[in-house]
Nanobody, 121 residues
Framework: QVQLVESGGGLVQAGSSLRLSCAAS????????MGWFRQAPGKGREFVAA????????YYTDSVKGRFIISRDNNKNTVYLQMNSLKPEDTAVYYC??????????????WGHGTQVTVSS
C-alpha cells in the first residue's frame, strides 16, 4: 500500500536552511502530484508546495516563493522540500501528501504523519 514517510525536520535558527524528505512507496507516482503542507499550532493545514511527478512542474504558495524549492527524485521515489531563509512563521508540522492527477478535485489521497520544523528567532 502507499506510504509516505517524512524526515529532515528539526530546530533551526531563523535564516538557516533545512531539507525535508518524503520517501514514497507502494506504487509508481508518474500520474501523481506530490505536495507539502504544513500546520502550525492552533491553525489549519496550509498548502506549501507541490511538484507534478511526470514533468517536475512546481507550485508554491506566495509566502515561500523564492525561499523553498520542491523537487523529486525518480530513482529514489523521494520528494524533497529545500527550505532556505527560514522564518519563525515557518514553524509547523510539515506533511507530505500525494494525489492522482486524474482526480476531478484537488483533494490529496495519501498523507504522511508529518515532521516538525521549528524556527527560532
Amino acid at each position: 500500500q502507499v506510504q509516505l514517510v517524512e524526515s529532515g525536520g528539526g530546530l533551526v535558527q531563523a535564516g538557516s536552511s533545512l531539507r525535508l524528505s518524503c520517501a514514497a512507496s507502494g506504487r509508481t507516482f508518474n500520474n501523481y502530484v506530490m505536495g507539502w503542507f504544513r500546520q502550525a499550532p492552533g491553525k489549519g493545514r496550509e498548502f506549501v508546495a507541490a511538484v507534478r511527478w511526470s514533468d517536475s512542474r512546481t507550485y508554491y504558495t506566495d509566502s515561500v516563493k523564492g525561499r523553498f524549492i520542491i523537487s523529486r527524485d525518480n530513482n529514489k521515489n523521494t520528494v524533497y522540500l529545500q527550505m532556505n531563509s527560514l522564518k519563525p512563521e515557518d514553524t509547523a508540522v510539515y506533511y507530505c501528501a500525494a494525489r492522482d492527477r486524474s482526480s476531478s478535485s484537488l483533494s490529496y489521497d495519501f498523507w504522511g504523519h508529518g515532521t516538525q520544523v521549528t524556527v527560532s528567532s
